[in-house]
């Protein structure tokens, strides 16, 4: 029989040593009681998400039971069309036994929850496993040698600066410059280039929305590793959806910092080094962005970079106001 009596699951804490002022992840309250009370969660975000093939046993799900819920009527009323409510965050779990702690990210859709926890304690005392997603029976394991330490070793917190704006509007070489910053500063980084990682790791996916959602979801999460691995992790994408962009920052709280690169679509056009705008206006490229696929500005951002009268800042000028925003809070030093 599991016992849940001691295991409360509660918001993550702050990264250790780092009381960043710039901390901005919303929250809601007040905390859910689940599993006959005994265990608490708090909510740090919520998205409007277009419906991802990436996971379609939710939305199957959601498909066949419509109106499973008494609430459903209610909440679907003001939904953006073609948009399912969901809600995205890490827990850090933390029962009362201190040798025990793990972190889950978990994904609560429409009035259902299909989140399951089943972390806690079997009578005998053996830990019993979890179900997270499609994977059963696993269980988090952590190591004497964590974030703190390695934080410590480089002097920096990790942290990951994530770059969006046109294509065309300077983010790899922002992201280029910020490095070449750091790193003569002393400082470890890692670029997470969208580009380069289609030639890679997410070489299956297109540039359909559901590909994109799922592109920017898999950055997202290799980029939360090199941030608890302590580097400065600089992604720079596209990553044209707001929903998408705030799933990753949820994964991140305290440490996601986001840089809009607002620079107009007509200078990305004349820039247009790899000849993608010429060939999207004469309709040879379909859903470019910009041009026949959408593009949602960052409402609520870190870092805002554009042009004044016509000039945009140089790379080492970018690169410094983002330098100048990562010392002013914090994440250079340990
Ligand atoms: N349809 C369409 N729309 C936008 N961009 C396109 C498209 N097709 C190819 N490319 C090239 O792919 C690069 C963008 O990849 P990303 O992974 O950053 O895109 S996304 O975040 O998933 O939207 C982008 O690189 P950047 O110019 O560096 O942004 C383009 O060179
Ligand atoms: N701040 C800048 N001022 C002038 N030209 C720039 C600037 N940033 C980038 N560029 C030029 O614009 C083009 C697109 O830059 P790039 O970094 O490849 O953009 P993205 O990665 O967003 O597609 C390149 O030719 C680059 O040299």
Redesign the pocket.
């Known amino acids: 029989m599991q016992n849940f009596a001691s295991a409360a699951i509660a918001p993550p804490p702050p990264p250790e040593s780092s009381a960043s002022p710039h901390r901005r992840h919303r929250r809601l309250s007040p905390l859910l009681r689940r599993a006959a009370g005994a265990v608490r969660i708090a909510l740090t975000s919520v998205d409007w998400k277009r419906p991802s093939t990436s996971n379609p046993p939710v939305a199957s799900r959601d498909a066949e039971r419509p109106c499973c819920s008494p609430l459903a009527p209610r909440r679907r009323r003001g939904l953006p069309q073609n948009r399912t409510p969901s809600i995205n965050y890490p827990l850090t779990f933390s029962p009362s036994l201190a040798a025990l702690s793990a972190f889950v990210s978990l994904r609560l859709r429409w009035a259902h929850i299909p989140v399951i926890i089943m972390m806690g304690l079997t009578g005998n005392g053996k830990l019993v496993t979890s179900t997270v997603g499609k994977s059963t029976n696993i269980r988090w394991h952590d190591c004497p040698i964590g974030q703190d330490g390695r934080q410590k070793l480089l002097n920096q917190k990790g942290c990951v600066v994530w770059?969006t704006?046109?294509?065309?509007?300077?983010?790899?070489?922002?992201?280029?410059a910020l490095s070449h910053g750091l790193h003569s500063r002393g400082h470890l980084t890692y670029v997470l280039?969208?580009?380069n990682l289609r030639h890679g790791l997410n070489r299956d996916l297109c540039f359909k929305a559901e590909d994109r959602a799922e592109n920017i979801r898999r950055v997202g999460e290799v980029a939360k590793l090199f941030a608890d691995a302590g580097l400065i992790c600089i992604a720079?994408l596209?990553s044209p959806f707001r929903s998408d962009r705030n799933a990753c920052r949820s994964l991140l709280p305290n440490s996601f910092i986001e840089v809009f690169?607002n620079?107009p679509l007509e200078v990305?056009e004349a820039?247009?080094?790899?000849g993608l705008y010429k060939l999207a206006r004469t309709g040879k490229i379909k859903g470019f962005t910009g041009i026949d696929d959408p593009y949602e500005p960052p409402s609520d951002c870190e870092i805002v970079i554009q042009c004044k009268a016509g000039d945009?800042?140089?790379?080492k000028?970018?690169a410094d106001q983002v330098i100048s925003y990562l010392e002013v809070n914090g994440f250079l030093q340990y």
Request: aromatic fraction near 0%.
């Open positions: 770059i704006g046109l294509s065309g509007s300077g983010k790899s070489t922002l992201a280029c280039d969208g580009d720079c596209i690169l620079i990305c820039r247009d080094p790899k945009c800042p140089s790379p000028s970018m």
